[in-house]
């Protein structure tokens, strides 16, 4: 029953999906235009001369994203908290043992990210600066390249430059901080607004920061206390409950209890109304494996990968995707040949995969399957 709700709940998500892509277009195809525009003939008309280079406006998108998460870095020292990592599309720096080390890895959904931990009890950390300092950085940094854009305007690279980093610098401000929630996905700004009236919700959010500083340093889930995992309130259309949830489901499988983690999942999924196609895909992608290793019900397992096909293609390369395939293949088509050409590839993720307790944890699930296989082979043949 949980699993027919959680479907259907998938296909409401697909529908508004659509229909807020469709409502996307009115403000991203005029942007395409316009960038489009900059590029073939930004020189000639836009930036007023043909000694102009629409490369730098475009280029002023990732700086002002760096930009945004040293803000969210700088704010975060100045308030007490502890550095864990910064990232900017794949690349990343991170802190372990004592270290600061270099990264590659994507968060999917994200651009960018900056990773504070608290050193002190909850009501004794500020967090709305914390929050709200990338928004800030960007502000302040769009008013002042209107002085080289005024006074330098006969320079083409000043010029340029100055333009890309004052419209960029707006659209980063205004995207993360005028409050946002669009289905379970929240933005800064609307953090900031709401946590103040929530004490619950903070308590999510810095435990949400604790895990993600627990895990850079290469702790598994279950080595953290349980408390860290369990909401205080269980709003499952909430952001921060929904996702401290699926770390509660993880904490569960790292301790080998597909039961529980399945239980957990299964509530999230169908309790879920308005939760977003993106994470709906990732509860039911590891409702699959489960079910594999599980229950092993055939038109239950077909049911779920017919569902999540352009789901399992999008994500084909990341550890989940890797092992749900691996399972399916070990257990369901027996077909070996793909099965060591995914494990190379699952091998290859984790060599170049920074967190050594999240790369331990998906060993273990791999393991199960070929366990299985080699179990069932073995009655088969004995």
């Known amino acids: 029953m949980e699993l027919q709700q959680a479907l259907a ?8 999906q659509k229909k807020r892509q469709r409502r996307s277009l009115f403000i991203a195809v005029p942007i395409g235009v316009v960038i489009g525009f900059l590029i073939v003939f930004g020189e000639d008309y836009f930036f007023g001369s043909k000694d102009g280079d629409a490369f730098l406006f475009l280029l002023a998108l990732p700086l002002q994203l760096i930009l945004h998460e040293l803000g969210h870095l700088v704010f975060g020292l100045a308030l007490g908290y502890r550095f864990v990592s910064f990232r900017v599309f794949v690349f990343a720096f991170y802190k372990k043992d004592g270290k600061l080390r270099f990264g590659r890895y994507r968060v999917p959904g994200t651009m960018g990210q900056c990773l504070m931990c608290p050193t002190k009890d909850d009501d004794a950390m500020p967090y709305r600066a914390l929050l709200l300092g990338g928004v800030l950085v960007n502000a302040v940094t769009s008013l002042l390249f209107v002085i080289p854009l005024v006074f330098c305007y006969h320079i083409p690279f000043l010029r340029d430059l100055s333009i890309g980093m004052i419209l960029w610098g707006i659209a980063l401000a205004f995207t993360n901080g005028i409050p946002q929630k669009s289905g379970a996905i929240a933005n800064d700004g609307y953090h900031a607004k709401t946590l103040p009236k ?59 209890k597909l039961d529980d983690a399945e239980t957990i999942l299964l509530k999230l999924a169908a309790r879920g109304e308005n939760l977003p196609e993106a994470i709906l895909n990732a509860i039911l992608s590891e409702l699959l494996y489960l079910e594999m290793v599980g229950k092993h019900r055939r038109d239950v397992i077909e049911m779920l990968r017919f569902e999540l096909d352009r789901y399992l293609k999008t994500t084909q390369n990341s550890f989940t995707t890797l092992r749900i395939e691996i399972t399916y293949h070990y257990l369901f088509t027996g077909d070996l040949e793909t099965v060591h050409r995914l494990e190379k590839k699952f091998e290859k993720l984790k060599k170049h995969f920074p967190f050594t307790g999240e790369v331990t944890r998906e060993a273990l699930l791999v393991s199960y399957p070929k366990a299985l296989y080699n179990r069932w082979r073995d009655s088969a043949h004995s």
């Open 9 to 16: 709940n998938l296909q409401k998500a697909k529908i508004t």
């Open 198 to 256: 929530d004490r619950a919700a903070r308590s999510i959010f810095f435990n949400q920061l604790r895990i993600s500083a627990a895990i850079t340093e290469g702790k598994r889930l279950f080595e953290m206390p349980k408390e860290w995992f369990i909401p205080p309130q269980n709003d499952p259309n909430d952001s921060l409950c929904t996702s401290l949830s699926m770390m509660e489901a993880e904490r569960e499988m790292d301790l080998a």
